[in-house]
């Protein structure tokens, strides 16, 4: 039996569905963007693609607490 999914990525079911893009088009979009801070890409992504902000939120959180691992 596997574990609930938690924490940020526990937002992706939904961000998928809600926006029709898969996960990994949005982590490119966050990677490629010019900004770099974690509030300024949250702020970018809700403006420009209309995300809400707890979604902008976990894709940010998510994608940069990858880029610092790797």
Excluded: C, Q
């Excluded at 490629?32 to 702020?43: A, G, I, K, Y």
């Amino acid at each position: 039996m596997s574990e609930a999914v938690k924490g940020p990525a526990s937002y992706f079911p939904s961000i998928e569905k809600k926006y029709g893009r898969p996960i990994a088009e949005w982590k490119d979009l966050i990677r490629t963007s010019p900004l770099t801070r974690h509030m300024e890409l949250v702020s970018w992504l809700k403006t420009e693609h209309g995300l809400g902000h707890g979604h902008a939120n976990a894709l940010v959180a998510h994608t940069l607490a990858e880029k610092s691992a790797g």
